[in-house]
């Protein structure tokens, strides 16, 4: 049976098996000090060893799991035909395994490894095994003790707490995988929410960021095929800006000011005397998410109002403003009672955020005006712009799920007669690219069912 291989394999190799996690240990070990800024000594060095001996014990894990993904993809599919059902079959066997591995290893390391399953899920890249496992991780959160939190809040804004707030709630409103919040009450009586990382978060980082980039470079050296280190690249740049503090204050108040003339959107002022790179100190604001139907209805509110609004909201964002919200789940957006107004929406965390370049901006406004009008001249136009080429005549299907040559209105979809004229298509195209990502383009139509 296939689904043995990785167990079979492990037996057999158990000896260079265990070489390897020792020397990947090892290497993610040595960059992680090296990482470190030698000339400041801020922590024991028993701080330092303990730090060091957990990131190896986490980087074994994370080792184990990912060559056994590899193994697995490596000799499950090993002398089947792309192209054939049983092919596609065994595919999302491994799939759907692999995806509990990387979930186990997940919940195991928790931390940072949870904010990079998060990531993993969200990715549009992944295939759905992936995606669907991985989602539970998106509501997976340990508080810590408040008085670890407490000691962070000391050490960023100062030793005498009492002297800043009448009183802070020692039980979090949220907790996330890189931080909690918690109410306060300012010595003004203004309430206010705190933000506050999870204290040692960036020495895990450091280290895990080490691990993740080693293993992607070493399974890529061992098996070619398998190339996985532009997502570790693509989470640092992402988790970098979300241990920031600092910058999602600057973000938060770029938004508000983007905002300041709707009074259907509310952005939570920040505190900026009371705000650090490790704490972010806001205005509390009133509110429930924007997925909770119940919620919405029973204000009085049509849910479908609120997601006009939603919508208005993040096409502003991007093709106004080129400054778009980079995590836009339900949790970040909440719904709140608006006496003049009836609702708005409160918009937080503001830690990663996507700036536009003008002309994409500009290309983005006539390539989506020409898609809604399916004016194909235009998007071949803007197509080039973009270095697409001869696969413009498929932006329409990705974006709109309709062929640019469609009769059906927008939003629609496909007729019968498309889907059948574009399957007759697709089984003359042997691939697409598309921003440097090979895909199998069978796979578009699939989508669109």
């Known amino acids: 049976m296939r689904s ?69 993809y490596k000799y499950s599919l090993q002398g089947l035909s792309k192209d054939s059902d049983q092919y596609a079959q065994i595919l999302s066997e491994v799939h759907l395994r692999s995806a509990k591995r990387i979930l186990k290893l997940c919940e195991v390391n928790r931390g940072f490894y949870i904010k990079a399953g998060q990531f993993l899920a969200s990715a549009r890249q992944v295939p759905k095994e992936y995606s669907s496992t991985l989602a539970s991780l998106q509501d997976q959160a340990v508080p810590c003790s408040f008085e670890a939190i407490k000691e962070v809040l000391i050490s960023n804004l100062g030793s005498d707490l009492n002297e800043i707030f009448l009183s802070i709630d020692e039980h979090p409103i949220a907790a996330a995988s890189i931080a909690q919040v918690h109410r306060a009450l300012l010595k003004d009586h203004q309430e206010v929410v705190l933000k506050v990382q999870y204290p040692g978060l960036k020495d895990r980082m450091r280290v895990d960021i080490a691990t993740m980039s080693f293993l992607a470079k070493s399974l890529t050296w061992f098996f070619p095929e398998y190339r996985f280190h532009w997502m570790v690249s693509e989470f640092s740049k992402v988790i970098a800006l979300e241990l920031d503090f600092l910058q999602e204050a600057r ?43 119940d919620y919405i209805r029973e204000m009085g509110v049509d849910p479908r109002k609120v997601a006009k609004v939603l919508v208005e909201t993040f096409a502003e964002m991007v093709f ?24 708005c929406l409160v918009l937080l ?19 989506w005006k020409a898609l809604v009008l399916l004016d194909s001249y235009k998007i071949q136009q803007v197509a080039q712009q973009f270095g697409i080429g001869k696969y413009a005549k498929y932006l329409s299907l990705i974006f709109t799920g309709r062929t640019i040559n469609s009769k059906s209105a ?14 007759q298509e697709v089984k003359s195209l042997t691939v697409l690219v598309v921003e440097g990502y090979t895909e199998n383009a069978r796979y578009l139509v699939k989508a669109n069912y």
């Open 251 to 293: 973000n938060s108040v770029t938004t508000a000011v983007n905002f300041k003339h709707n009074n259907r959107i509310r952005v939570p002022k920040v505190f900026q005397e009371l705000t650090t790179s490790q704490v972010l100190t806001m205005e509390y604001c009133r509110g429930r998410r924007v997925d909770d139907l």
């Open 349 to 367: 965390d503001h830690g990663i955020y996507k700036s536009l370049d003008e002309d994409f901006r500009v290309n983005y406004c006539q390539l």
């Open 410 to 423: 927008f939003g629609d979809g496909m007729s019968v007669e498309e889907k059948t004229n574009l399957k």
């Open 4 to 72: 043995t291989v990785v167990s079979k394999f492990f037996k057999k190799k158990r000896p260079s098996l265990y070489l390897f996690i020792i020397s990947g240990t090892a290497a993610s070990a040595l960059t992680y000090y090296n990482t470190l800024n030698p000339n400041l000594h801020r922590h024991s060095f028993f701080h330092d060893i303990t730090t060091s001996l957990n990131g190896v014990v986490r980087s074994s894990r994370s080792l184990y799991a990912i060559t056994a993904n590899v193994v697995d």
């Open 320 to 343: 106004v403003h080129g400054f778009v919200h980079g995590d836009p789940h339900p949790g970040n957006i909440l719904v709140s009672l608006d006496e003049k107004h009836g609702f």
